[in-house]
T-cell receptor
Framework: SQQGEEDPQALSIQEGENATMNCSYKTSINNLQWYRQNSGRGLVHLILIRSNEREKHSGRLRVTLDTSKKSSSLLITASRAADTASYFCATDAGGSYIPTFGRGTSLIVHP | GAGVSQSPSNKVTEKGKDVELRCDPISGHTALYWYRQSLGQGLEFLIYFQGNSAPDKSGLPSDRFSAERTGGSVSTLTIQRTQQEDSAVYLC?????????????FGQGTRLTVV
């Protein structure tokens, strides 16, 4: 089964609104990453958060990590139509060198 | 090139034929991963190469799947006797040292359709 599971599976919002998506995982991790995928092709790295960090920012992105709840959230503020994409979290379950991805959240931002 | 390159971009093949998918990682990256993604699904790990170490093949779904990485650079994923359930996008990624503590760079994938 997937180590990381994103929810919601799909999210539809208006431009300018904030979008929040969550990732839950089962076993302890050292690092968690968020990726974005446009049109079912290559993934692009967004942000990395380490297990000893609680929050990171990058532009309009804010990522939080709660290791006690084994969950992370990705917040996109002031969304734009160009943010329409699928978003995936990737974790290193048990210190594995193999990033394990969830099924992703499909975000649609309406202009 | 500046990024990870995969070829072909699209491949349509008849059931039972063999296919080869190619990945050119970023120069100097020691870690290389293959994943596949079925329509609307997440990424399914297939195989991991790290430097000169023996590859981690634990994700390969059957013995029809194999992969090699020559000279620590280019990798080829081979699917023998393709089946319709092999239809998916096959994604290759490379990173400088491997693991989730560093960014993985993905190619644009090969969309494989088995008819």
């Amino acid at each position: 089964s997937q180590q990381g599971e994103e929810d919601p599976q799909a999210l539809s919002i208006q431009e300018g609104e904030n979008a929040t998506m969550n990732c839950s995982y089962k076993t302890s991790i050292n690092n968690l990453q968020w990726y974005r995928q446009n049109s079912g092709r290559g993934l692009v790295h967004l942000i990395l958060i380490r297990s000893n960090e609680r929050e990171k920012h990058s532009g309009r992105l804010r990522v939080t990590l709660d290791t006690s709840k084994k969950s992370s959230s990705l917040l996109i503020t002031a969304s734009r139509a160009a943010d329409t994409a699928s978003y995936f979290c990737a974790t290193d379950a048990g210190g594995s060198y193999i990033p394990t991805f969830g099924r992703g959240t499909s975000l649609i931002v309406h202009p | 090139g500046a990024g990870v390159s995969q070829s072909p971009s699209n491949k349509v093949t008849e059931k039972g034929k063999d296919v080869e998918l190619r990945c050119d990682p970023i120069s100097g990256h020691t870690a290389l991963y293959w994943y596949r993604q079925s329509l609307g699904q997440g990424l399914e790990f297939l195989i991991y190469f790290q430097g000169n170490s023996a590859p981690d093949k634990s994700g390969l779904p059957s013995d029809r799947f194999s992969a090699e990485r020559t000279g620590g650079s280019v990798s080829t994923l081979t699917i023998q006797r393709t089946q319709q359930e092999d239809s998916a996008v096959y994604l290759c990624a490379s990173s400088s040292i491997g693991g989730v503590n560093t960014e993985a760079f993905f190619g644009q994938g090969t969309r494989l359709t088995v008819v």
